[in-house]
């Protein structure tokens, strides 16, 4: 997921029965062990379900929840939509253009209603996943981060001038829209977290989210070169109203806004500072998020880990050159 790659291991690979409860590996002696595997699966079936059943009936984990470790097995589970989620990413950018072979549309559409209803029985009907993973995975479902990466310049400039018109279009959609709404929640779980745990994983997390974020703003104005002041789309214009809060809690004025694209999408800064950004002014929102980053180690003597680091000098380069020569 960080490194958008192939899973090493697929979900169709596990057969293995979910995880037992912790307190069972966690038995002192094999006397207590022996006592609590008793208790608790003196009456249960054979055999608990394998991450493959669960992903096909997620009504097994709470019907076994009291035989397995729930947060794990979630976990798992989350983990195992992601490459249902990476599948449907492939398969969507082969079928982007019109195919003789193929009806893409009922392919993708079913494909997507699927997997909509597999994140979202996940979130109401599971405990113990990350809501970090969760969202970031719900936004990989709506956008192509690689497209995004190749507009930031990943592979050069040729090929940034070719994604451009694919973003100018997307921005147009739901699924844009849906896909800033899941990284605004990805930067709302990244506030949350305790002093100095934005590292590793989470950190590449927050960086794909300012990345979707950031595109948003810049497809608006139709012109990833010039700063967001500049004269707007009319797209850009039909988003001049109150803000809504991407980083705050479902609303109806969220709904309204990815429905209907009514409303100016903004971050809220941290809680000290009254700083905040719409997402028309990709400058500000990276300037945003770069000041959660900072101050999740404040507390730290010495430097940030070296990803970090690294990550935010990226950040720093796409929030300069956002500006251009007007910067």
């Not at 990466?149 to 940034?160: D, I, K, N, V």
């Not at 409303?263 to 941290?270: D, F, Q, T």
């Amino acid at each position: 997921m960080a490194l958008l790659v192939s899973p090493l291991m697929s979900y169709a690979e596990i057969s293995l029965p979910l995880p037992a409860p912790q307190d069972l590996w966690l038995a002192p002696n094999a006397v207590q062990w022996k006592a609590l595997y008793f208790a608790k699966f003196i009456d249960t079936p054979v055999r608990l379900p394998s991450l493959v059943e669960c992903l096909n009936d997620l009504e097994l984990l709470e019907t076994f929840k009291q035989f397995i470790d729930e947060q794990i097995s979630s976990t798992a589970i989350l983990y195992g939509a992601w490459g249902l989620v990476w599948e449907y990413r492939q398969l969507s950018s082969v079928l982007k253009g019109q195919s003789r072979q193929w009806d893409s549309t009922l392919v993708m559409t079913s494909r997507y209603q699927d997997l909509t209803k597999l994140l979202q029985h996940i979130a109401i009907g599971s405990t113990g996943y990350s809501p970090l993973v969760l969202e970031l995975t719900l936004m990989h479902l709506h956008m192509s981060l690689e497209d995004v990466q190749l507009l930031a310049g990943l592979e050069g400039p040729e090929e940034a001038r070719r994604v451009r018109p694919v973003l100018r279009d997307w921005v147009k959609t739901v699924a844009s829209r849906r896909a800033v709404w899941h990284a605004g929640q990805v930067i709302r779980a990244a506030k949350s977290l305790p002093s100095q745990a934005l590292r590793d994983f989470h950190v590449i997390a927050v960086y794909h989210a300012s990345l979707a974020l950031w595109a948003y703003g810049l497809a608006l104005d139709g012109n990833p070169t010039l700063p967001s002041h500049t004269v707007a789309s009319p797209a850009h214009s039909a988003t001049q109203e109150q803000p809504l809060w991407l980083d705050g809690f479902e609303t109806t004025n969220v709904q309204r806004f990815i429905a209907l694209n009514r409303g100016s999408p903004s971050l809220r800064a941290l809680e000290n500072t009254a700083k905040t950004a719409e997402l028309k002014n990709p400058k500000a929102v990276m300037d945003v998020v770069l000041d959660i980053l900072s101050h999740n180690y404040d507390i730290m003597d010495g430097p940030k880990p070296p990803l970090v680091e690294n990550l935010m000098k990226l950040m720093v380069l796409l929030r300069d050159a956002t500006t251009g020569s007007n910067g």
